[in-house]
């Protein structure tokens, strides 16, 4: 298919949306051309211009993106102040719990099955005199409450240290014993947790043009796109180890920020371990388009950075987890939720029907805590999230067992 879109240089950039001619403001050239390969296929001049168009870029994705070549912010400059600037998602307003339903909100089985891990991590570490349970990412508390209440009812209650990390303000809620600080402290002894930390590190995007990677920028008040410089340096290494060979069109988060932050978190422990549980793929099974998205009240939204809603890529879990075993030197263990929740002993099965008649309310209770834990489990959802369990200085392998 062949459009003729009118393409308009302002400033000297050009700008090619879908064949739909775009009007911009102080337009000082305008220059005819046509695009070949289908929609947002390769432009070539028609004749006459001084001016070479931008290389291409791909179809767009499923939220229906416009393209446009105009200047615009890299992805992460756009993500960081969207979230976490004045104003921003993640710290102001209600929090992550009111837009989208993670593990910690799903059910209190996943905090229990956590606590199981804290215990184990607390045996490993021998009893010591201060264990530290810190959560990155900690939203508005509700992990470290569960687990609040779940260490004062156990052994570990007056050795435990609750630590949330958040950019976030303090709840006024939040029960006392929980610490709130804006970032890692060091020296831990114990467990760090980070439950849908990683994905909501800003992070850029890169697309593969005609000439190599490039960035992609985007139009924070309305999501267009529009395609930057060529990547170089760290960020075209890290695409070269991380992400599968490119065909035209190949879009791509480059989770550099995702490993420096993970690998500074782990490098924060002394001695005990840390988890990452987050949605994210491998190597050899990236996602084509990339993954970024939004979320707002629930529901599914286009990643526009403009404050509104959430704006989340999967994690590179592979690349995440090989950043921190470099800092641990310590190897890591990387397995799905299903498996994880498993190996602490959240199975989901049925109570047995027999329980019915002899005890119906306990029935009742273990049917709802079987299908608590479906939901966790499920490989089609949470289930299919990752867990990364990197260990320091202690041996903890035998915790995530198949
Ligand atoms: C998707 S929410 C997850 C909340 C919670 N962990 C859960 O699983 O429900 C991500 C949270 O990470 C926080 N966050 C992102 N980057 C952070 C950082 N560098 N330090 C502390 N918190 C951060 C955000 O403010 C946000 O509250």
Redesign the pocket.
Known sequence: MAIDPVLEGGTGRWQVCAGVTERKQACVKTFTGRVEGGILGTVRPAGGSDQPPSPALPAPGPYGRRVTFTDRLPWRVAMERA??GPGGF??SGA???AH?R????ASPLFASALFRLLSQVDVALGHPARLDLM?????RG??LSALAGHAGRSSLADRLRLTA????GRPADLPEEIDWV??VPSGITGLLLA???L???PLDVAVWAEDGWRYVLVDPTTGEESIGDEVRGDDADWLTTWWSAPAAGTRAEIGRTRDQ?WADAVGRIDRGGALAVDYGHLRGDRPVDGSLTGYRGGRQVGPVPDGSC?V?AHVAMDSVASAGERVARCAYTLISQREGLRALGADGGRPPLSLAASDPAGYVRALAAASAVAELTDPAGLGGHWWLLQPVGVALGPLMAR
């Open positions: 979230l976490y993640f710290v929090g992550p719990a989208f993670t593990s910690v909100h959560d990155v990412g900690a939203g509700e992990l990390v958040e950019r976030a804006g970032s439950t849908e930390w994905d909501n590190v932050a959430d989340t």
